[in-house]
């Protein structure tokens, strides 16, 4: 009898980013470039895209959404986010004044910070 025993395969970084404004979503989606190279990328413009992104995709890493926190609530893009094992972050540009129920990640920002912002804590790693 032949024993055999898979190796896990690795997941690739896959990142969603979901904004209106081109020129917020090109300069994330440029410094992920940099900080991941090899990741998936997929950048789209509204929820509704989002979602028929999400169909396509097994997992995500990160989900970064230039939106209300309200909006992500109110239709099932946090549901498919969720079920992808997505960590999702919206992106502000001015620090919040209460505590969002998401990650928060000031753009832009320098590569560094990406870097150190992407990088998984001891809690996620066990």
Do not use: C, K
Not at 29 to 53: D, N
Request: cysteine-free.
């Amino acid at each position: 009898m032949f024993s055999h025993s898979a190796t896990p395969a690795v997941q690739s970084e896959v990142f969603l980013i979901v904004a209106e404004e081109y020129a917020l979503g090109e300069s994330l989606h440029l410094a992920l470039l940099r900080a991941v190279p090899g990741a998936e990328i997929y950048r789209v413009a509204t929820p509704g895209e989002a979602i028929v992104t999400l169909s396509q995709l097994s997992h995500v890493t990160v989900a970064f959404l230039a939106m209300p926190a309200a909006e992500v609530n109110a239709g099932v893009l946090e549901l498919r986010l969720l079920q992808r094992g997505a960590r999702i972050v919206l992106l502000i540009s001015v620090p919040p004044h209460i505590e969002p129920r998401y990650e928060t990640l000031l753009w832009p920002q320098n590569l560094s910070a990406l870097v150190a912002f992407l990088r998984p804590t001891a809690s996620d790693q066990t």
